[in-house]
């Protein structure tokens, strides 16, 4: 979920029970996007290679080394929709 997203909803949230004037409101918006986590890039490039694009299933890979050409075919296929998903070739060194 978008970090910002979240903010706005918790503060409709808190808009929804009481009343708050301009000065709490403005405080409550301050602490809540001083208190957000930075995204982690990382975790969305993990789940892009990992999981398919179609269904968020987890992929699953096969490898062929040929040591003729000095490299490796990598192949990721979602059991769940059977649909190939990545196909790689990579230089073994």
């Known amino acids: 979920m978008d970090p910002l997203k ?3 909803e918790d ?4 808009a929804a029970e009481e009343p708050i004037n301009n000065k709490e ?3 409550a918006v301050h ?10 890039h990382r975790q969305y490039m993990i789940e892009y290679f990992n ?3 179609l269904c968020g299933s987890d992929l699953e890979f096969t490898h062929v080394t040929h040591f003729t050409y000095l ?4 192949e990721g ?16 060194q």
């Open 6 to 8: 979240k903010v706005m």
């Open 11 to 14: 503060l409709d949230a808190i």
């Open 25 to 27: 409101l403005e405080a």
């Open 31 to 40: 602490a809540m996007i001083h208190n957000l986590k930075p995204e982690d």
């Open 51 to 53: 999981n398919c694009s």
């Open 71 to 74: 490299e490796v075919a990598e």
């Open 77 to 92: 296929h979602c059991p769940s929709c059977s649909v190939r998903m990545k196909k790689e070739n990579h230089r073994l």
